[in-house]
């Protein structure tokens, strides 16, 4: 590699917003590491007793107020049945403890409680992004009761493919919310060396 070039890669680099580039990957690996910790142990989490309380008053609350919107919207009669709502068709559509979003809400405040910011903004905006994160759960499950009484075979599909991303797209959006916006960690536009020169 030539002296020209070796400068001319030095200045690109000189030119990357490397904050950025930083508090990204740290986002990615902090996803990832609490990813696998709550894989190693779900069955724990699942049984731990304020976990159980929370996800069955969410459930209570997905299994009554669904089919209160759903029945007059579409002009069903979709009846509950413990834990699971059961449509005109016979279909059953479950609650179970991975659609209460405790695992999106541990990572919400795990996640906003690690990065830098100041505290003031912190108390507003976690509660603010769990609220989002609740909002998105009833979404989700308002949408699977809608996508079985149309289209029930492709529900796998729908809970794998588009739930369960969006979930971290929303994550992501959030987290780029916070470093871009509120607590302006870091900026889209990184300081040329040119710029730092005037």
Not at 79 to 106: A, D, E, H, W
Not at 108 to 127: A, D, E, Q, S, T
């Amino acid at each position: 590699m030539t002296s020209a070039q070796r400068k001319g890669l030095s200045n690109k680099i000189k030119n990357w917003n490397i904050p950025l580039i930083i508090q990204t990957w740290v986002f990615f690996l902090i996803i990832l590491f609490f990813h696998l910790l709550w894989e190693n142990f779900e069955f724990e989490i699942a049984a731990f007793r304020p976990f159980i309380l929370f996800s069955d008053a969410i459930g209570n609350f997905l299994l009554t107020t669904s089919p209160s919107i759903v029945n007059p919207m579409f002009e069903v009669d979709i009846t509950r049945n413990g834990l699971s709502l059961i449509l005109p068709s016979g279909y059953s559509v479950p609650y179970y403890f991975n659609l209460s979003g405790i695992k999106q809400m541990c990572l919400i405040i795990i996640l906003f409680l690690i990065v830098p910011g100041p505290w003031i903004k912190k108390l507003w905006f976690i509660p603010v992004s769990l609220v989002i994160i609740q909002v998105t759960v009833f979404l989700r499950f308002f949408m699977v009761i809608v996508n079985c009484l149309i289209q029930p075979e492709q529900v796998n599909f729908l809970l794998d493919v588009l739930f369960g991303p969006l979930f971290f797209v929303e994550l992501l959006v959030l987290w780029l919310a916070w470093i871009l916006l509120i607590a302006k960690t870091v900026t889209l536009k990184y300081p040329s060396p040119s710029n730092e020169k005037n």
